[in-house]
């Protein structure tokens, strides 16, 4: 570099000769090998693999370029695969801006790209110079309450607040609205219209002190007081706003059927693509105002202490000041963050099936003041068997061994020690509590017999209706794990010794746990854990022997920041930061720290109804403001 100075000082025309000569060697050795044609690869993106097909000329300029990110979430990473190949076909670039709630899809496109224009030769590394971003003025928009984040929680906050007679601005990162609330299946209520048609008499006071006691009053006493009466009002709220909802005669998950209210008081959606449509049409009939791809940045305060707006960044990356009255963050919690979550959650042992929320918002009101409050505490939800994502798994050779993972088999932690009465698999938080306690992750051990009788389809018992979707179809089961034996994600031993030997577990431990197992299935009692009769039918006794590996599942992080009643974010002695309100997976205190309650649609309603009581209170604020 030194010497490249001199020349430039000295003799400035051979510097240029220089530096011509040096770009055209590297030009010549970029594009020396390119075969002229069309090239197909893929890669795997969020849901599904993202497939590239681009055609490159001699000189290595990529003329076409299509992608087919088709099953993908269409309005994250179906938009992301179209906006991201048309920027690298434009910029004859692979250094292009991914977008913002579709990081995985960008990238697969990226790396697709890269793979099929190293099939023809080029180098990918050619393709690295980065277009220069134009200027962008600076926006500012004055409201009276600006929501972070357009899902369940901020649009329920946005119509609640808009219904008051407050000026509302929704943010959102995404290019669509909905996120996580659009791909729950429904909500909790109790005491509404739908309950009381099928003569239904779930009371407030019954889930309340359930609620209370299963976390043992680590919750939020007035906080979840409110949240659980203001439920059934709020499912008439919603169908007033073209939400529409249905009871279901039907449960998936067995364990719940001799305890109704767990399931009864599960309202689900007909159609959720279609109830966020009509919501921001009614949204934007009473003035509220939508603006997507826009990300906060981080909150304004005033000299009192009080938040007074937001700083965000919109999609052509610049910077939008929002001066409001109050703010609601709901921006969905930290869930695919994995560094929070594993740090939060104490354990790596996690998979995360969450919507793109890296956290963006609990960290703004932390830095507004508030306190952080039950950071341990995520929506985990079943297992998944490593190596076999459920998402993804419409092989036939991959999908069928959810059927293992989803039956009271034996169950061993990384130790080789039995841990839990299995047919918990029933109840998908349960189950999913259980996997958590050993670290969250934990061995199906099953011997060539089961599994043969698993290729036979004679079960003495369901397969478990939580978690993942269910298989359908035969195969062989043996041929299933075994291929997973060479994939590396199952192990494999001829005696229990050589299964400890390369699945980790400690032999003694594991021989010692299947013998009183086996006892257990003999005697048709298991002292151990109490699993009934009925579920103990499949012994360990004939090798080879497997161990299916299975980790605890997350679809969010379900806490962060303090709040009380009214949403309001507080500060470590409950006192309010005027001004700011926090609702859905940001907010601390419904749920109790770790474990997620096993009565379905909680998270859902508690969406929903902390945004709606969030945006009634800011309204209010903004009145007395």
């Given at each position: 570099?030194?010497?490249?100075?001199?020349?430039?000082?000295?003799?400035?025309?051979?510097?240029?000769?220089?530096?011509?000569?040096?770009?055209?060697?590297?030009?010549?050795t970029?594009?020396?090998?390119?075969?002229?044609?069309?090239?197909?690869?893929?890669?795997?993106?969020?849901?599904?693999?993202v497939?590239?097909?681009?055609?490159?000329?001699?000189?290595?300029?990529?003329?076409?370029?299509?992608?087919?990110?088709?099953?993908?979430?269409?309005?994250?990473g179906?938009?992301?695969?179209?906006?991201?190949?048309?920027a690298?076909?434009?910029?004859?670039?692979?250094?292009?801006?991914?977008?913002?709630?579709?990081?995985?899809?960008?990238?697969?496109?990226?790396?697709?790209?890269?793979?099929?224009?190293?099939?023809?030769?080029?180098?990918?590394?050619?393709?690295?110079?980065?277009?220069?971003?134009?200027?962008?003025?600076?926006?500012?928009?004055?409201?009276?309450?600006v929501?972070?984040?357009?899902?369940?929680?901020?649009?329920?906050?946005?119509?609640?607040?808009?219904?008051?007679?407050?000026?509302?601005?929704v943010?959102?990162?995404?290019?669509a609205?909905?996120?996580?609330?659009?791909?729950?299946?429904?909500?909790?209520?109790?005491?509404?219209?739908?309950?009381?048609?099928?003569?239904?008499?779930?009371?407030?006071?019954?889930?309340?002190?359930?609620?209370?006691?299963?976390?043992?009053y680590?919750?939020?006493?007035?906080?979840?007081?409110?949240v659980?009466?203001?439920?059934?009002?709020?499912?008439?709220?919603?169908?007033?706003?073209?939400?529409?909802?249905?009871?279901?005669?039907?449960n998936?998950?067995?364990?719940h059927?001799?305890?109704?209210?767990?399931?009864?008081?599960?309202?689900?959606?007909?159609?959720?693509?279609?109830?966020?449509?009509?919501?921001?049409?009614?949204?934007?009939?009473?003035?509220?105002?939508?603006?997507?791809?826009?990300?906060?940045?981080?909150?304004?305060?005033?000299?009192?202490?009080?938040?007074?707006?937001?700083?965000?960044?919109?999609?052509?990356?610049?910077?939008?000041?929002?001066?409001?009255?109050?703010?609601?963050?709901?921006?969905?919690?930290?869930?695919?963050?994995?560094?929070?979550?594993?740090?939060?959650?104490?354990?790596?042992?996690?998979?995360?099936?969450?919507?793109?929320?890296?956290?963006?918002?609990?960290?703004?009101?932390?830095?507004?003041?508030?306190?952080?409050?039950?950071?341990?505490?995520?929506?985990?939800?079943?297992?998944?068997?490593?190596?076999?994502?459920?998402?993804?798994?419409?092989?036939?050779?991959?999908?069928l061994?959810?059927?293992?993972?989803?039956?009271?088999?034996?169950?061993?932690?990384?130790?080789?020690?039995?841990?839990?009465d299995?047919?918990?698999v029933?109840?998908?938080?349960?189950?999913?509590?259980?996997?958590?306690?050993?670290?969250?992750?934990?061995?199906?051990?099953?011997?060539?017999?089961?599994?043969?009788?698993?290729?036979?389809?004679?079960?003495?018992?369901?397969?478990?209706?939580?978690?993942?979707?269910?298989?359908?179809?035969?195969?062989?089961?043996?041929?299933?794990v075994?291929?997973?034996?060479?994939?590396?994600?199952?192990?494999?031993?001829?005696?229990?010794?050589?299964?400890?030997?390369?699945?980790?577990?400690?032999?003694?431990?594991?021989?010692?746990?299947?013998?009183?197992?086996?006892?257990a299935?003999?005697?048709?009692?298991?002292?151990?854990?109490?699993?009934?009769?009925?579920?103990?039918?499949?012994?360990?006794?004939?090798?080879?022997?497997?161990?299916?590996?299975?980790?605890?599942?997350?679809?969010?992080?379900?806490?962060?920041?303090?709040?009380?009643?009214?949403?309001?974010?507080?500060?470590?002695?409950?006192q309010?930061?005027?001004?700011?309100?926090?609702?859905?997976?940001?907010?601390?205190?419904?749920?109790?720290?770790?474990?997620?309650?096993?009565?379905?649609?909680?998270?859902?309603?508690?969406?929903?109804?902390?945004?709606?009581?969030?945006?009634?209170?800011?309204?209010?604020?903004?009145?007395q403001r």
């Amino acid at each position: 570099m030194e010497h490249q100075n001199v020349l430039q000082k000295r003799w400035p025309c051979v510097a240029g000769l220089w530096l011509g000569l040096s770009l055209l060697t590297f030009a010549s050795t970029a594009w020396a090998d390119i075969v002229p044609g069309e090239y197909s690869a893929s890669a795997q993106g969020k849901e599904s693999p993202v497939n590239v097909t681009l055609s490159v000329d001699k000189d290595g300029k990529i003329t076409q370029l299509t992608v087919d990110a088709s099953h993908e979430t269409p309005e994250l990473g179906g938009v992301a695969g179209k906006e991201v190949g048309k920027a690298i076909l434009e910029q004859q670039s692979l250094n292009v801006d991914g977008m913002t709630g579709a990081t995985e899809t960008s990238n697969a496109v990226k790396k697709a790209a890269a793979a099929a224009l190293t099939q023809a030769g080029a180098d990918p590394g050619a393709y690295s110079q980065a277009k220069a971003k134009a200027a962008v003025a600076d926006q500012s928009i004055t409201t009276d309450v600006v929501v972070v984040g357009g899902g369940a929680s901020g649009t329920a906050a946005a119509l609640a607040a808009a219904e008051s007679g407050a000026k509302v601005l929704v943010v959102e990162k995404a290019p669509a609205v909905g996120g996580a609330g659009k791909i729950a299946s429904g909500l909790f209520a109790v005491g509404s219209s739908l309950e009381r048609q099928k003569k239904l008499t779930f009371t407030t006071d019954e889930l309340f002190h359930r609620l209370v006691d299963y976390n043992h009053y680590l919750t939020n006493g007035p906080l979840t007081r409110a949240v659980v009466d203001k439920s059934a009002s709020t499912v008439d709220w919603l169908m007033k706003y073209g939400v529409d909802l249905y009871l279901s005669d039907e449960n998936t998950q067995q364990a719940h059927n001799a305890d109704p209210i767990k399931w009864r008081i599960y309202h689900h959606y007909k159609d959720s693509a279609a109830a966020f449509t009509n919501m921001y049409k009614h949204l934007e009939e009473m003035g509220g105002q939508l603006m997507t791809r826009t990300t906060g940045k981080a909150l304004l305060k005033d000299e009192q202490g009080r938040v007074v707006g937001l700083i965000a960044e919109t999609a052509d990356g610049g910077k939008l000041t929002v001066h409001a009255k109050a703010v609601i963050v709901a921006t969905g919690g930290y869930g695919a963050n994995m560094k929070m979550l594993t740090s939060n959650m104490l354990t790596s042992n996690i998979s995360s099936l969450a919507w793109a929320n890296q956290g963006e918002g609990v960290k703004m009101a932390w830095e507004a003041g508030a306190a952080k409050w039950e950071t341990q505490s995520a929506l985990l939800h079943a297992t998944k068997l490593v190596g076999v994502d459920p998402t993804k798994a419409t092989g036939f050779n991959d999908s069928l061994l959810i059927r293992v993972l989803k039956t009271p088999l034996l169950w061993l932690d990384r130790s080789g020690e039995r841990f839990v009465d299995e047919s918990l698999v029933y109840d998908t938080a349960l189950w999913a509590n259980s996997a958590y306690s050993v670290g969250g992750n934990y061995f199906i051990v099953v011997d060539t017999p089961t599994l043969q009788a698993f290729s036979k389809g004679k079960l003495p018992f369901e397969v478990s209706g939580a978690g993942a979707p269910n298989p359908t179809g035969n195969g062989d089961f043996v041929a299933l794990v075994e291929q997973g034996v060479k994939n590396g994600t199952i192990y494999k031993g001829a005696t229990l010794d050589e299964l400890a030997a390369s699945s980790g577990m400690q032999a003694s431990r594991l021989k010692a746990s299947v013998e009183r197992y086996n006892a257990a299935i003999k005697a048709k009692k298991d002292n151990e854990f109490g699993k009934k009769p009925s579920f103990l039918a499949f012994n360990v006794a004939s090798g080879p022997y497997y161990a299916l590996a299975s980790e605890v599942v997350s679809l969010s992080s379900t806490g962060g920041v303090r709040v009380n009643e009214q949403l309001e974010a507080t500060d470590q002695n409950m006192q309010p930061i005027p001004g700011l309100y926090v609702v859905g997976n940001n907010a601390g205190g419904f749920f109790g720290s770790p474990a997620y309650p096993p009565y379905q649609g909680l998270a859902l309603g508690f969406a929903y109804n902390s945004g709606r009581i969030a945006g009634e209170h800011a309204a209010q604020f903004v009145k007395q403001r």
